[in-house]
């Protein structure tokens, strides 16, 4: 599998982008997916995972009620609504894909396929 991630761009705080990532397999319906972000001089962080059948949505507290990650098989893309956002959200966003468990769903090292990056900025 092979993902490429797009949609980042420069947005004013409050405003909102949505995020893509395209992969090149159909089998990719059978993975988990992830997004994570990492800012100048951080570690690379969790942003919101989604199952394979997007059942079940996973965000860490910083995004709760910001962020919606979404899935269309049909079109072997997964999405990250982002909204409400603010000058700390500023990062690169990287999609990623997994075949572990659910319960795993935070931890970087469990996916296995990365997205290039795109660069979402978020002015004052």
């Known amino acids: 599998v092979q993902l490429q991630a797009s949609g980042g761009g420069l947005v004013q705080a409050g405003g909102s982008l949505r995020l893509s990532c395209a992969a090149s397999?159909?089998?990719?319906?059978?993975?988990?997916m992830g997004w994570f972000c990492q800012a100048p001089g951080k570690e690379r962080e969790f942003v919101a995972a989604l199952s394979w059948n997007g059942g079940s949505t996973s965000y860490p507290d910083s995004v709760k009620g910001r962020f919606t990650v979404t899935r269309d098989n049909a079109k072997n893309t997964v999405y990250l609504q982002m909204n409400s956002l603010k000058p700390e959200d500023t990062a690169v966003y990287y999609c990623a894909s997994s075949t572990s468990i659910w319960g795993l769903r935070g931890r970087e090292a469990v996916y296995g396929t990365w997205g290039q990056g795109t660069q979402v900025t978020v002015s004052s």
């Open positions: 397999v159909r089998t990719y319906n059978h993975y988990m």
